[in-house]
């Protein structure tokens, strides 16, 4: 269908303008619509391939120009563009013509169909105003003749029963000449009478006959002045369509024949462009086979360092497992030290009460030192001969309860600190758990990123065209290189953060522990 079109509207932008405008005269209305609708598709065909060669244009443009022939092809580009663009602007002109000469086709047409309009509607009214006076005259014809008749019946009764009773009288009284002159006379008046009726009735006829008939005339003047502007209207309006298609299809073929000039010279350089690009398309794909063999190449690589990755993760589970397990063992070790200090505290505690009880004894009966004495023996606390006096006892035994409560003291700081230790291990065990979990969802999520980053490479790189293959493929290489350096840049980070945040949190814990267990153990010295 529009290889049709097209060649229809080729054959009449071949011919001259003379002939065409010959052609235009000859052909009727519905045709002309018709050679308008075909001009309209041969143009929006043009408009197609215009399209069609400004995105081959566009395509040029976007390949890479490796060879010396970059500059012959850009001049050509320019060249092309520069002629692309005046096509454009003459398009435009064009269509802008054509909407002004429709606008004004519909308006005309829109004025003229509102004037035919009025013109049937003035020549129903006329039309109307006339029936209605024919009806009306009809009308008082018939009432007129209908009255005629009735008093031309009313007389000819009158006449009848006149004669029968002269008939009557002529029979009765044939000797009353004078009567019978009377009524002679009588009937020669009313004779008179019914005769200037009828008369009079005729004229009245003839008066509305021909009043009827000026009305028709004057109808039929008033219904032929109108058809005449009808047809007056008509006939300009048909003018000015025939004018204005005639222009609107010379404009048509002027522009198809500049648009086939351009057309031809355009796939001239078309063909000179694709011929070009064919040899460069050629030098292009064995650079892309290349590349995608180096690509290959990356591609094991970075696998195998994504494989190593995960062992390298997997080795830092396992030894952050281990840590975390050492660290239990020495949190349990440590509680169980702080039981047994506990303990111990308890007992010398008990000890303690005992020996103030013991003291408070003493000094209320003498008798018992001998008791106490053993008793010191027995703690170790005191070694004094039981021989002495009951002053140095006494004094003794103060200064060692002073002693024993400033370590009762002493023991229970350390018994709180040593909970507070606890505590403070505890957290800090928690909270590096959190942020090994947390930098774990990290590193497999980046290891996520990169297969995806793989998968998605090899999908552009079945997709993409030939003339972009080079720069994505040297942009995914680049992007994908710059990925494993962080991933394992960040590997190594957190393994350093973690393996000295634990050292740390070790080393700190066991000098803590080895502190509090000098001073418990120098403490009861």
């Not at 009432?143 to 029968?164: C, D, P």
């Not at 980070?493 to 070790?506: A, Q, V, Y």
Request: with cysteine.
């Amino acid at each position: 269908m529009e290889d049709s079109v097209g060649g229809e509207s080729e054959s009449v932008a071949q011919s001259p303008a003379g002939a065409v405008k010959s052609k235009l005269d000859t052909l009727s209305k519905d045709d002309l619509i018709k050679f308008a609708k075909k001009q309209i598709a041969g143009m929006q065909k043009m408009k197609s391939r215009c399209a069609d060669l400004e995105k081959e244009i566009e395509v040029l443009k976007q390949q890479p120009k490796s060879n010396s022939s970059g500059s012959d092809d850009s001049t050509l580009l320019k060249e092309l563009t520069e002629r692309m663009d005046a096509l454009l602007l003459d398009k435009a002109e064009l269509q802008q013509s054509l909407v002004l000469s429709r606008k004004d086709l519909e308006n005309n047409k829109q004025k003229s169909k509102e004037e035919l309009a009025m013109l049937h509607q003035e020549l129903d009214n006329v039309k109307e105003d006339n029936q209605s006076k024919i009806k009306t005259l009809e009308s008082s014809i018939e009432k007129s003749s209908s009255k005629h008749q009735e008093e031309i019946a009313f007389f000819q009764k009158l006449l009848k029963e006149r004669e029968e009773i002269d008939k009557q009288r002529e029979s009765e009284r044939e000797g009353e000449c004078l009567a019978e002159q009377k009524a002679k006379d009588k009937l020669a008046a009313l004779q008179q009478e019914l005769d200037q009726v009828v008369q009079n009735h005729h004229c009245k006829i003839e008066m509305l006959e021909n009043s009827i008939k000026e009305l028709n005339s004057k109808h039929h003047e008033e219904v032929a002045f109108f058809q005449n502007l009808v047809k007056e209207k008509e006939e300009i309006h048909q003018q000015r369509e025939s004018e204005r298609e005639r222009e609107h299809a010379a404009e048509l073929a002027s522009a198809k024949e500049i648009t086939e000039t351009l057309r031809r010279s355009l796939e001239a350089q078309l063909g000179t462009l694709r011929t070009q690009l064919e040899a460069t398309q050629e030098q292009k794909t064995q650079e892309i086979v290349e590349l995608q063999e180096e690509h290959q190449k990356n591609l094991t690589e970075a696998q195998q360092e994504v494989e190593n990755l995960k062992e390298e993760l997997a080795q830092m589970n396992m030894q952050h497992e281990e840590e975390m397990r050492a660290l239990e063992e020495d949190c349990e070790v440590e509680r169980e030290r702080l039981m047994s200090i506990q303990d111990q505290l308890t007992e010398q505690l008990a000890l303690k009460d005992s020996y103030l009880q013991d003291v408070k004894e003493e000094d209320e009966d003498p008798a018992l030192g001998s008791g106490i004495a053993k008793m010191l023996e027995l703690s170790g606390l005191s070694q004094v001969d039981s021989s002495n006096c009951d002053g140095e006892d006494t004094g003794r035994s103060r200064a060692a309860l002073e002693e024993l409560q400033a370590q009762n003291t002493m023991l229970k700081d350390e018994l709180t600190l040593l909970s507070n230790v606890k505590d403070e291990l505890e957290a800090e065990l928690e909270r590096t758990k959190e942020e090994f979990q947390v930098e774990r969802e990290e590193l497999e999520f980046k290891i996520n990123e990169l297969h995806m980053a793989r998968e998605s490479l090899s999908n552009d790189r079945a997709t993409t065209t030939e003339s972009e293959g080079q720069g994505e493929v040297q942009q995914h290489s680049e992007t994908h290189k710059d990925q494993e350096d962080k991933l394992q840049n960040e590997c190594c980070e957190p393994r350093l953060l973690l393996g000295d945040g634990h050292h740390l949190t070790l080393e700190e814990a066991g000098a803590r522990c080895e502190e509090l267990t000098r001073e418990r153990d120098l403490g009861p010295g």
